[in-house]
């Protein structure tokens, strides 16, 4: 997550290092040359500082706009998806549904996994290995035992 502390530890370094830099511009003439080196060495450990810490700035933002566009897509993802038992569909734009896809994955990981059609009302999810039956799997139960003379 962003931290506040790294924006203010930059700061800081330049305000250190623009420090310095105007020391030096404003005395170099009355310093001696090894004190000129020593301000030098402390305005490039600045500078230096200053580096690293805009880097993790840099990190710090591309940690947060991934985060907001993982969570943008999962509110799109979840205010698409409609759960019918025993499984989800998602509606598309054009009013048609996608799926379906595995109750259990999106529940417990937010996976859309799509459901293999096993025949007859019967799902797989390939995984998990969960096996998922609609009410097509009871009527054709019930088809098949009516068509073999059992009533």
Avoid: H
């Amino acid at each position: 997550m962003f931290d506040m502390a790294i924006i203010s530890t930059a700061a800081s370094s330049v305000k250190g290092a623009m420090e310095i830099a105007k020391f030096l511009k404003d005395s170099s003439d009355s310093l001696e040359k090894a004190e000129v080196k020593l301000k030098l060495a402390y305005l490039i450990e600045s500078l230096a500082d200053i580096k690293t810490k805009m880097a993790d700035i840099k990190e710090a933002l591309l940690e947060s706009e991934q985060e907001k566009q993982e969570l943008k897509n999962a509110l799109e993802i979840k205010t698409k998806l409609q759960f019918e038992m025993p499984y989800y569909w998602a509606n598309k734009d054009d009013g048609t549904k996608d799926g379906p896809f595995c109750q259990l994955c999106y529940d417990k990981e937010k996976k859309l996994i799509r459901l293999q059609d096993e025949k007859n009302g019967e799902w797989r999810c390939l995984s998990c290995r969960v096996y998922f039956r609609d009410k097509n799997y009871i009527e054709t139960i019930l088809e098949t035992e009516y068509n073999s003379g059992w009533d």
